[in-house]
C-alpha cells in the first residue's frame, strides 16, 4: 500500500525560513503534490515535483529525491498568514488517476 | 468565476437517514473527487471520477454512493450505512486523470450526525 510520513507539528516566527519534510512509500511513484489548508477552508494547490530537483514559487519552494522516496517544502521569509496545515500527497499507479493525502503538518508562525 | 460549489456549507441530520451532499464545477473539468476529512487528519479519498458516466472507489468507499451523470455535477450520498459519517467532505476536481496533481477544492460540506 502507500503510506505518506510527514511531521505533525511545525513552529517558527515570522522572516524565518521552515521546511516540511515528506517521506513516502508507493507502488508506482508519479509526483509528489503539496497543499495549504488554512482552518476550516478548502486545500490549495502549490507545486508539483514528478522529477528529482527543486522548484521555486516565490517564498515557496518544493524538493523531490525519487531515490530516497523523500521531499520537502521550504517556506521562506515566513508571514503570519502562512500558518496553516500542509499536506504532501503522491499521486501512484495504485491509486489510479487520484491523489493520497500525508496527515498533514500545522505550521504555526508566531510574531 | 470558474470554480467549484459545494452545498451547503453545513449539513445536521440524523441517524439513520441517507444525505446527498451536492458538487458543481464550472471549470470544464473531466475528473472529480470526493474527500471526507477528520480533525487533525488528512484527506481521505471516497469516490472519484474521470469521465461522465464513469467512477471507481477510494480507500473509504462503504457507506457511500456517487453519480456521475454530468460532466459538471458529482454529488455524493452518505447512506445510513456509514457508521461515523460526521466529518468535512470536501470535492475536488482537476483537468484530466494526467492532472491529478493539481486539484481544485471547493468550500466543504460540514456534516454533523447525531
Known amino acids: 500500500g502507500q503510506s505518506l510520513e510527514q511531521p505533525s507539528e511545525v513552529t517558527a516566527v515570522e522572516g524565518a525560513i521552515v521546511q516540511i519534510n515528506c517521506t513516502y512509500q508507493?507502488?508506482?511513484?508519479?509526483?509528489l503534490s503539496w497543499y495549504q489548508q488554512h482552518d476550516g477552508g478548502a486545500p490549495t494547490f502549490l507545486s508539483y515535483n514528478a522529477l528529482d530537483g527543486l522548484e521555486e514559487t516565490g517564498r515557496f519552494s518544493s524538493f523531490l529525491s525519487r531515490s530516497d522516496s523523500y521531499g520537502y517544502l521550504l517556506l521562506q521569509e515566513l508571514q503570519m498568514k502562512d500558518s496553516a496545515s500542509y499536506f504532501c500527497a503522491v499521486r501512484d499507479s495504485q491509486a489510479g488517476t487520484a491523489l493520497i493525502f500525508g496527515k498533514g503538518t500545522t505550521l504555526s508562525v508566531s510574531s | 468565476d470558474g470554480g467549484i460549489t459545494q452545498s451547503p456549507k453545513y449539513l445536521f441530520r440524523k441517524e439513520g437517514q441517507n444525505v446527498t451532499l451536492s458538487c458543481e464545477q464550472n471549470l470544464n473539468h473531466d475528473a472529480m473527487y470526493w474527500y471526507r476529512q477528520d480533525p487533525g487528519q488528512g484527506l481521505r479519498l471516497i469516490y472519484y471520477?474521470?469521465?461522465?458516466?464513469?467512477?471507481q472507489k477510494g480507500d473509504i468507499a462503504e457507506g457511500y454512493s456517487v453519480s456521475r451523470e454530468k460532466k459538471e455535477s458529482f454529488p455524493l450520498t452518505v447512506t445510513s450505512a456509514q457508521k461515523n459519517p460526521t466529518a468535512f467532505y470536501l470535492c475536488?476536481?482537476?483537468?484530466?486523470?494526467?492532472?491529478?496533481?493539481?486539484?481544485?477544492f471547493g468550500p466543504g460540506t460540514r456534516l454533523t450526525v447525531t
Open positions: 475536488a476536481s482537476s483537468i484530466a486523470r494526467d492532472s491529478a496533481y493539481e486539484q481544485y
Open positions: 471520477s474521470q469521465i461522465v458516466n464513469d467512477f
Open positions: 508507493t507502488s508506482g511513484f508519479y509526483g
